[in-house]
């Protein structure tokens, strides 16, 4: 392994010439956004050893792609157990907005303790 670092003369210093090669320009979701700042504020050494190999990008991505698609997943098991019906839907919307909203947040705090928070 050739590893010939580069410097920079900056005053009396000589900094190395550290550069990252070109990441994709895909963004991040809101579940790769989470992942990320779970990383920075609680798992600093891991963030560090991802973001200095050139791994954290990727890892975010197949965080938010395989968040969505449990999502994806969750949501119709999550509301056939509550009861969320299409008969439901037409006859009071505002409880089945209220379902809705139930089964989505109970999806998302299992989406936290399985990929986001481990």
């Known amino acids: 392994m050739n590893n010939t670092l ?3 003369q900056n ?3 000589l900094i190395p010439n550290l550069q990252l090669t070109e990441q994709p320009e895909t963004p991040l979701g809101k579940y790769g956004r989470m992942r990320k700042t779970y990383l920075k504020e609680h ?3 891991l963030y ?3 973001l200095m190999s050139e ?3 990727p890892h975010l991505l197949e965080i938010d792609r395989t968040a969505n698609s449990r999502l994806e997943q969750l949501m119709p098991k999550l509301a056939q157990a ?6 439901l839907k037409a006859r009071d919307m ?3 907005v209220g379902l809705m909203n139930s089964c989505k947040a109970q999806a998302e705090e ?3 303790a399985e990929l986001i928070n481990s």
């Open 55 to 57: 791994k954290l990008y």
């Open 11 to 13: 005053g009396d210093y």
């Open 94 to 96: 505002m409880q089945w």
């Open 82 to 87: 509550a009861g969320v019906t299409e008969e």
């Open 110 to 112: 299992i989406l936290l």
């Open 6 to 8: 580069t410097y920079i």
């Open 43 to 45: 798992r600093p050494i």
């Open 48 to 50: 560090n050893r991802l």
